[in-house]
């Protein structure tokens, strides 16, 4: 059980304190995925990449960029999408030295002047590739693809540990455009982005709000995020990122098979699997703190993953569709919970779990006060 909050705590409960607290404006920022997406959707309407569309796929498409939220995004997409859709997707920090004109190169970051961006895109510009800039249209870069290239620069100001959203988004449009069979319906994945931030608002309890669970499970706790897959690997080293850059709480990000040594051979349980019944914490101090695991998967491995960790204690598998069935007076559903994203795929599952998860870092920053 966690221990009660201290005076200086918001309860997770408490709507008017969790406002009160947030004076960076922080829940508005993490609530903004939905906007970030229907931002490149209107993009992609307006033909802003039609110049790079052909009727003939692409050999590859290479995802160039730095550490941060435009890695975490070209990494998913390439985990999830990029054996199925015929063209492979390659996630890298530079130029590889094979681009040539049969590719796609996506220049993804939020700093027009760093070196591998702009060496990229002269590289890609050299050597005849299509290129499309996911990145302020800006400074060096723009000097070095200008009439050369397509860009999608970000159409509203958003905080850099909530830009997730905008990058996979980004990477989707790409896809719709430059892969023959491929389509995604950005409106209505911005529309579920939307409802997911409805689901995890201030003002709905803890225990019809996901996010504020999450938030709830890591209080005074050791916290491992384990994914099962790449694609949920790169969520969880993307959540434990944001934990602690915005909510102060340090986590580990890892892959499942490790976390399930790791609580083999005792992580997690109290004194490391070495607690007697006779401890006296008046007499012997404190147990050391509990650890606990979060498991991230997709609806359709769920079944699979949950199989493999039966018999472990005090872990928890967590998916886009644990989400309350709520139902507002009259029987019709509160707006927010209409939504199924397990009829979503995968991509769109993990860009709702990635929402879920900045608002919880951001309720764990908040319940401080």
Not at 56 to 68: E, L, M, S
Not at 106 to 130: E, F, I
Not at 177 to 196: H, R
Request: proline share 7%.
């Amino acid at each position: 059980m966690t221990s009660p909050p201290s005076a200086a705590e918001v309860d997770l409960d408490d709507a008017d304190g969790l406002l009160a607290a947030d004076r960076h404006g922080l829940l508005r920022a993490a609530s903004m995925a939905g906007a970030q997406v229907r931002a490149t959707a209107a993009a992609l309407a307006e033909g802003d990449l039609e110049s790079v569309r052909s009727d003939a796929p692409p050999r590859t498409i290479v995802w160039v960029a730095g550490p941060g939220n435009a890695e975490a995004a070209g990494t998913m997409l390439a985990a999830l999408l990029g054996g199925s859709i015929g063209t492979p997707i390659v996630v890298a920090a530079d130029a590889p030295p094979w681009i040539g004109a049969l590719d796609v190169v996506v220049l993804a970051g939020d700093d027009p002047a760093q070196p591998a961006l702009v060496n990229t895109a002269a590289t890609a510009v050299r050597r005849g590739a299509r290129i499309v800039v996911v990145a302020p249209y800006e400074g060096p870069l723009r000097d070095a693809t200008a009439g050369r290239s397509v860009s999608l620069p970000p159409r509203m100001p958003v905080p850099d540990d909530f830009t997730l959203a905008r990058y996979l988004a980004a990477g989707l449009a790409v896809l719709d455009v430059v892969v023959p069979g491929f389509s995604v319906d950005l409106a209505t994945l911005a529309d579920d982005l939307d409802a997911e931030a409805v689901r995890n608002s201030a003002g709905r309890d803890l225990f019809t709000n996901p996010a504020k669970v999450l938030a709830d499970r890591m209080r005074d706790r050791d916290v491992v995020l384990a994914g099962d897959s790449a694609a949920t690997v790169a969520l969880a080293r993307h959540a434990c990122a944001v934990m602690l850059r915005v909510g102060h709480h340090v986590m580990a990000p890892v892959g499942l098979s490790d976390a399930l040594v790791a609580i083999g051979t005792g992580w997690g349980r109290p004194g490391g699997g070495t607690s007697s019944i006779f401890h006296d914490e008046e007499l012997d101090g404190p147990l050391p703190q509990q650890g606990r695991t979060i498991v991230l998967t997709t609806d359709a491995e769920r079944h699979t993953v949950s199989a493999r960790l039966r018999g472990f204690d005090d872990v928890y598998v967590v998916n886009a569709n644990d989400v309350p069935d709520v139902a507002a007076p009259g029987g019709n559903s509160e707006p927010g919970s209409a939504t199924t994203p397990g009829s979503a795929r995968p991509e769109q599952q993990l860009a709702l779990l990635a929402v879920r998860l900045e608002m919880a870092a951001v309720y764990r920053r908040l319940v401080r006060g």
